[in-house]
């Protein structure tokens, strides 16, 4: 069967004013003003008058087998489902570990990654965990990174968190190196995810590497860069230094108050500043724990990431903070898909991946979502869903 939208505004994401798309076979074949079909083939065709065409959006941290556990074993979150990504316009996700790398495992984080794509989204994994040394599975950053065809790279290392390993900038120049030839031979990102957390040493360690080691900062990719305005402000230096960074989406109250900036906020503060706007991300960090600490470091609260943030930032972006639509959808697009390296993601272009979003024009409400070419939700109904999703 082949799906021909006809008529929609395309922002893919630059602005390719209305056109027609058509797809087959889960890749998007055509695009152009008034494609013609004729002949005898099965056709079924969409009116996207009134709509813009977006790619589904590239998620660089979903915590898909749950996170957390800080408020002790009943506190571990909850692993996420085929639809929980799919009201979000998510249909590439990047399963990650977190905090717990002893009861959550990189089989288990493969396992329910596999699901998840024999379910219809695209999924990639990072090895690894907070942990230094990090936990793998063949013994080696390296081997990981390339004889196991999901990772792309290693992560989230946690650095500036009473979380983490504490460890040293030559322990994260290694792991930079080891993810960096992993990468380069067998054509991954080998990228270094690395979770930031709110201690005031911020990024000291990832400058030292790029003073002290060969390593170039475009190797790391760090995340929670939103957490407070001096963060956010490394954050630059960084961008200026070559490398991108990333806001993570999903807030609560309790965050916002402890300083943590709205993802949009943080996104036109940066670009305001003259920061690349190709060097910018969101990602939904979903499923995740987001716990709340006191000045004591006692957990306060906990709740979970939600995977529907990175299309509410995206949104608020452009309407509260009058961001350009395809500068701010580059954030939730083709940066992250650049950053991880998918070629075939984040972007509306023929031979692409036929993953793509319907939103009205007036208010972007999510109308449609496409993953590897199957309608997944119309008008608010899951079409498609996972075998456990309700
Ligand atoms: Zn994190």
Redesign the pocket.
């Known amino acids: 069967m082949l799906t021909l939208i006809r008529s929609a505004h395309l922002l893919a994401p630059e602005d390719l004013g209305v056109q027609d798309v058509l797809i087959a076979a889960g890749s998007i074949i055509a695009i152009g003003t008034d494609l013609n079909l004729s002949g005898s083939i099965d056709i079924s065709v969409i009116d996207g008058r009134g709509q813009y065409l977006t790619p589904g959006l590239v998620d660089t941290?979903t915590h898909i087998t749950g996170g957390g556990g800080e408020g002790g074993f009943h506190t571990r979150t909850p692993a996420m489902e085929f639809t929980d990504a799919i009201v979000g316009g998510v249909t590439t996700v990047t399963g990650v570990l977190?905090t717990d790398a002893i009861s959550r495992t990189l089989p288990d984080l493969l396992a329910k990654a596999a699901g998840l794509e024999a379910e219809g989204l695209s999924v990639v994994c990072h090895t690894g965990s907070?942990q230094v040394p990090v936990r793998t599975l063949t013994g080696s950053v390296q081997q990981d990174i390339m004889l196991i065809e999901r990772f792309v790279g290693v992560g989230?290392v946690?650095i500036a968190d009473h979380r983490g390993s504490q460890p040293s900038w030559q322990e994260l120049a290694r792991i930079g190196a080891e993810a960096r030839v992993g990468g380069l031979l067998s054509g991954k990102a080998g990228i270094v995810s690395i979770?930031?957390g709110d201690s005031s040493e911020r990024l000291s360690l990832l400058f030292d590497v790029a003073n002290q080691s060969n390593i170039p900062l475009s190797q790391y990719y760090p995340?929670?860069m939103n957490r407070s305005p001096e963060l956010l402000q490394d954050g630059l230096r960084f961008i200026k230094a070559g490398g991108s960074i990333d806001f993570?989406a999903s807030h609560t109250p309790e965050i916002l108050d402890a300083g943590e900036i709205k993802c949009a906020q943080a996104l036109k503060y940066a670009l305001d500043r003259g920061a690349d706007e190709n060097r910018l991300t969101f990602s939904t960090?979903g499923h995740?724990s987001l716990p709340h600490f006191n000045k004591e470091g006692i957990l306060q609260s906990l709740k979970v990431g939600a995977m529907d943030a990175m299309l509410n930032e995206f949104r608020d972006a452009v309407q509260e903070e009058g961001i350009d639509y395809s500068i701010a959808l580059k954030a939730v697009t083709a940066n992250p898909a650049r950053v991880l390296k998918l070629n075939r993601k984040g972007r509306i272009s023929q031979g692409n991946d036929a993953d793509l979003l319907l939103l009205d024009k007036d208010s972007l409400a999510l109308r449609r979502v496409m993953a590897k070419g199957d309608w997944c939700l119309i008008d608010g109904e899951h079409v498609k869903k996972g075998i456990f999703d309700r």
Request: glycine share 8%; net charge negative; proline share 0%.
């Open positions: 941290l977190g907070y989230e946690a979770h930031v995340t929670h993570t960090d995740a």
